[in-house]
Nanobody, 120 residues
Framework: VQLQAFGGGLVQAGGYLTLSCAPS????????TSWFRQAPGKEREFVAT????????DYADSVKGRFIISRDNGKNTVYLQMDGLKPEDTAVYYC??????????????WGKGTQVTVSS
């Protein structure tokens, strides 16, 4: 499974973006899927996760109430809807598939990141 993330860009604070993650090969419909992000000079951090059935989701405290993770297994795509963006959300965002949860060691497949930049 090779994952690709789309939808990053430059947005003003308070704005919104929706990221998409889809495999260029194979299917990840039976995997939990998570988003992580890494800002310059910082370690990679967990953002959100969704189970393969999309019945379970979890979020980092820093994004709760602002971000929503969802998936459409018919389209083989996972989304991250980001509202109320803040400059501290600026990072490269990565999607990953594997176990449901926040542990990057539980991820089997990683996509190339997409840059999100939030201007103040």
């Amino acid at each position: 499974v090779q994952l690709q993330a789309f939808g990053g860009g430059l947005v003003q604070a308070g704005g919104y973006l929706t990221l998409s993650c889809a495999p260029s090969k194979g299917s990840f419909n039976t995997y939990g899927t998570s988003w992580f992000r890494q800002a310059p000079g910082k370690e990679r951090e967990f953002v959100a996760t969704i189970s393969w059935s999309h019945f379970s989701t979890d979020y980092a405290d820093s994004v709760k109430g602002r971000f929503i993770i969802s998936r459409d297994n018919g389209k083989n795509t996972v989304y991250l809807q980001m509202d109320g963006l803040k400059p501290e959300d600026t990072a490269v965002y990565y999607c990953a598939a594997g176990m449901y949860g926040s542990n990057p060691n539980g991820m089997t497949y990683w996509g190339k990141g997409t840059q999100v930049t939030v201007s103040s």
